[in-house]
């Protein structure tokens, strides 16, 4: 019965040795095995066996995506200061051994590593804003984060990271440059405008004056077409006077009457014309029988010069 009693004893603490070797890794972390102080080996997820008071998890490291939030200052190459919120995302290579080794055992905390990679991501931002200008900084995000890549992900790669990526939230200037930068921006608005302004008045007074160039242009036209018809109607209308003019004269002359009838008639019609189409305009005429004479001999004679020419 004794025996039996210590057999079962043994088996008991065997158990217990073996239930206390048995440990638990959770998805996305990888546990870092130690002896005596000294790195082992490591634990994958799952289930996983350690000797019992020889070997240890001395550290369990996540290779999940982690994120930093920052703030900090630089100034630039003009003495502005720029204020900065950046997010950092960053996550451990891969679960290779060394690369675990690496993350293990680089830092001797958490709170040592994220104070050495905050301060690598601010000098480097600090070192690129220094060589620009305050007006420069606002449109150069994304060759900040570039050159910020750039130059930490061979550190990064020494210490087991990856950055994956690097969000500029935010750039502030202090109040005065963000005033002193609004109003620029007012002035080249403004400047913007007022070209637009002049360039649109320009073409309102070309369209204007090629319009009314081209409305004279029509209207001279016009009006040199209807002198041109008008000359024509006074030419057929002198022409047609003097034709019946020569008839009723030969008829008058194989009547043995005097010619000089058609003048005096033509004389009347223009007093006439004169009385009914003056509208109230003054025109003095000699009405005694030696100013009528003396007009038909002027009538004759223009009469014979027109037919000799």
Same mark, same amino acid.
């Given at each position: ?130 060589? +620009?200008?305050?007006?420069?900084? *606002?449109?150069?995000?994304? !060759?900040?984060? /570039?050159?910020?890549?750039? #130059? @930490? ?125 003056? +509208?109230?305009?003054?025109?003095? *005429?000699?009405?005694?029988? !030696?100013?009528? /004479?003396?007009?038909?001999? #002027? @009538? ?10």
């Amino acid at each position: 019965m004794g025996s039996f009693l210590a057999s079962n004893w043994w088996l008991f603490i065997i158990v217990i040795i073996v239930l206390m070797g048995l440990k638990t890794v959770n998805q996305g972390v990888v546990g870092v095995v130690t002896m005596f102080g000294k790195y082992r080996r490591i634990l994958h997820p799952g289930l996983n066996l350690i000797i019992p008071f020889v070997e240890q998890i001395s550290k369990r490291v996540s290779v999940q995506n982690r994120s930093i939030e920052m703030e900090f200052q630089a100034v630039t190459a003009d003495q502005a200061n720029v204020y900065f919120k950046n997010m950092l995302l960053f996550s451990v290579q891969n679960s290779d051994e060394e690369t675990i080794k690496k993350v293990a055992f680089k830092f001797i905390s958490e709170r040592d590593l994220m104070q050495a990679l905050s301060r690598t991501i601010e000098g480097t931002v600090r070192s690129f804003v220094a060589t +620009k200008r305050q007006a420069e900084i *606002l449109g150069l995000r994304r !060759e900040i984060v /570039e050159y910020v890549k750039e #130059q @930490i992900d061979q550190l990064l790669e020494e210490w087991g990271y990856h950055l994956q990526d690097l969000q500029i939230n935010d750039i502030t200037f202090d109040p005065v440059i963000l005033e002193s930068m609004s109003r620029v921006v007012a002035s080249n608005n403004l400047k913007a405008a007022a070209e637009n302004e002049g360039q649109a008045l320009l073409i309102t007074k070309t369209k204007s004056a090629e319009a009314e160039g081209n409305a004279i242009k029509i209207a001279a036209e016009a009006e040199r077409e209807a002198a041109r018809l008008r000359g024509q109607g006074v030419a057929l209308f002198r022409e047609e006077v003097a034709k019946g003019m020569t008839e009723a004269a030969d008829r008058m002359r194989q009547a043995n009457l005097d010619t000089n009838v058609i003048l005096f008639s033509m004389w009347t019609e223009a007093v006439k014309n004169f009385a009914e189409y003056g +509208k109230g305009n003054v025109i003095f *005429l000699d009405g005694s029988a !030696e100013g009528m /004479e003396k007009t038909m001999k #002027q @009538i004759q004679a223009m009469m014979l010069k027109q037919s000799g020419s």
